[in-house]
C-alpha cells in the first residue's frame, strides 16, 4: 500500500471516529480534500414505509397544552406585517455577500467585542460588516447596498472560501 492511500485510510478513519463531514490537510504542495455524503442527512427514499401519522385534532381544545403555554395568536397577513420576519422576502432583491478571499471570519473587530452587525441589522453602503484575516492582514467586508442584514451564512471564526456567502442583505 502506498503512503497516499494510508494517508487516505488514516483521514476517513478519523473522520468516522470524530463525526466529521469533510476535512482538507495541506502539506508542502500536497493537498488531501474528503467529504463523506453520509454525513449529512438525507431524506427518506419515497418507496420507504411511513408509519400513519397520528390524526390531527380536529378543535384547538383538544390540544393539550403546557401549564404557562400562550393562547395561539392570529395569523398575520401579509399586508399587515410589519418586520422583515413577519414578511415574505422577494429573493430577487436579497444581495448576496461574499467572500473576496480565503481567509478567518471575524464578525466582530476584536475578540470579546460588539460584533459589527446581527440579524435585522440596518446598514448604508460602505459599511463594515466583518472583517476576514489573511495572511495576518485584516480585511474589512463592507456592504455594497443600503439594506438589512438578513442571514449571516458563518460563524465566527470560521475559515471561508473565495466566493462563499457569508451574509445576505435585503
Sequence with gaps: MDTTSSRIDALAKVMQERGLARVRVEEGGDSIEMERPEAFPVAAPLAAPVAPAAPAPSRPEEVPSAPDAKPPEAP????????????????????AVKAPMVGVFYAAPAPGAEPFVH?????KKGDTLCVI??????NEVTSEADGEVVDICVSDGELVEFGCVLMKVY
Design 133 to 138: 484575516e489573511a495572511m495576518k492582514a485584516m
Design 76 to 95: 398575520v397577513e401579509a399586508s399587515e406585517a410589519t418586520g422583515p420576519a413577519e414578511r415574505p422576502l422577494d429573493m430577487t432583491r436579497v444581495i
Design 119 to 123: 440579524v435585522g441589522s440596518k446598514v
